[in-house]
């Protein structure tokens, strides 16, 4: 099984501030890696998918970038929407699997 | 608009069975893998299967092979899962996803306890 390890696991932002997000892969997974947002009681948002492409409806801010084992998902000024859980996930091997998510908080 | 919707979650006790479904809607259902995917309480995602287009083949995560069936039907635009033997740690949101492509339905409630 691929284990995605996020980093960190709570960053603590401003509105306004670039927030720069890490998945390491245990192994290669390709461009195989997606982006989900997630918030209290929703169902998870595609925000980014083959490591960084920009899911339909997504805003600019939201970037993602690497390939192999590193992964880095930007927001480049972050919105007052933006503060939730972000989880990484591959879909290079079965099972697939998720990251245990970075929470950015409201500094 | 591509709409998935759940629906079969509950309460029911250690050892038991639900059996839930998922209507598709807004695209064509069977050009597309489906999956299953869960969220326990306050925890984060899991992947929990997938079935490809015309059901010939299917993949589940370790803690759920055997217990857990995936299925769909085209003709009714629906996706399934039947769930037995039932634990304590399958409680969870159970969402519907249209395979890897993003779209996930509200999810439904699946609460194991006695």
């Known amino acids: 099984e691929i284990v995605l390890t996020q980093s960190p696991a709570t960053l603590s932002l401003s509105p306004g501030e670039r927030a720069t997000l890490s998945c390491r892969a245990s192994?290669?997974?390709?461009?195989?890696l997606a982006w989900y947002q997630q918030k209290p009681g929703q169902a998870p948002r595609f925000l980014i998918y083959?490591?960084?492409n920009r899911a339909t409806g997504i805003p600019a801010r939201f970037s993602g970038s690497g390939s192999g084992t590193d992964f880095t998902l930007t927001i480049s000024s972050l919105e007052p929407e933006d503060f939730a859980v972000y989880y990484c996930q591959q879909r290079s091997n079965w099972p697939w699997t998720f990251g245990q998510g970075t929470k950015v908080e409201i500094k | 608009e591509v709409q998935l919707v759940e629906s079969g979650g509950g309460l029911v006790q250690p050892g038991g069975s639900l059996r839930l479904s998922c209507a598709a809607s807004?695209?064509?259902?069977?050009?597309?893998?489906m999956s299953w995917v869960r969220q326990a309480p306050g925890k984060g995602l899991e992947w929990v299967a997938n079935i490809k287009q015309d059901g010939s083949e299917k993949y589940y995560v370790d803690s759920v092979k055997g217990r857990f069936t995936i299925s769909r039907d085209n003709a009714k635009n629906s996706l399934y899962l039947q769930m037995n033997s039932l634990r304590a740690e399958d409680t969870a949101v159970y969402y519907c996803?249209?395979?890897?492509?993003?779209?996930w339905g509200q999810g439904t409630l699946v609460t194991v306890s006695s």
């Open positions: 192994q290669s997974v390709s461009s195989y």
């Open positions: 996803a249209r395979g890897g492509t993003g779209y």
């Open positions: 083959d490591a960084s």
């Open positions: 807004g695209f064509t259902f069977s050009n597309y893998w």
